[in-house]
């Protein structure tokens, strides 16, 4: 908590000046031999531009897995990235989130949408993920070059 109220003005502070806020804090929950010992690593807040190129990261995997497994490109909306952004606002859960959002909804409902697909013929070479009227997630297929 005091690391999000000295960051919330937008500006980093310093590692000296974060440590010195947070180590009142640290001296009454352990000892001071073991402080003395320690050393002490305050960590920023992720930002949106941090959390965004995670959220990329993660889709770029997810895609590689695609295309190794089903020989299948994946493609998607920058408002898909946005959204899964504006759904890790938790600080303390971090980009945790990310895989979360992934692996709970949007992986499920591409294996689910191949595996009916793979019964009616050839998969087709590409996927698409965008955003329908809700915010959810919409899946598109199609041909590469359509």
Known sequence: DLIMES????????VDDLSS???????????PALLARMTVVP???????????????KLR??????????????????SVVEQIVQRC??????AR????????TLLPKI????????????LPDKLRIALDAEGGFKLGFGEIGH
């Open 111 to 122: 294996s689910t949408e191949i595996l009916e697909r793979i019964g009616g013929g050839p």
């Open 61 to 78: 995997q997810v895609g590689a897995r695609l295309l190794e497994s089903q020989r299948m490109v994946l493609e998607y909306d920058s």
């Open 21 to 31: 806020v947070i180590r009142p804090v640290l001296s009454k929950h352990f000892k």
């Open 89 to 94: 606002t938790e600080v303390e859960t971090g």
């Open 7 to 14: 960051c919330s003005d937008g500006n980093r502070p310093a």
């Open 97 to 104: 989130n990310v895989d979360h959002i992934l692996q709970g």
């Open 43 to 57: 960590y920023y807040p992720i930002d949106a531009t941090a959390m965004k190129g995670i959220v990329e990261l």
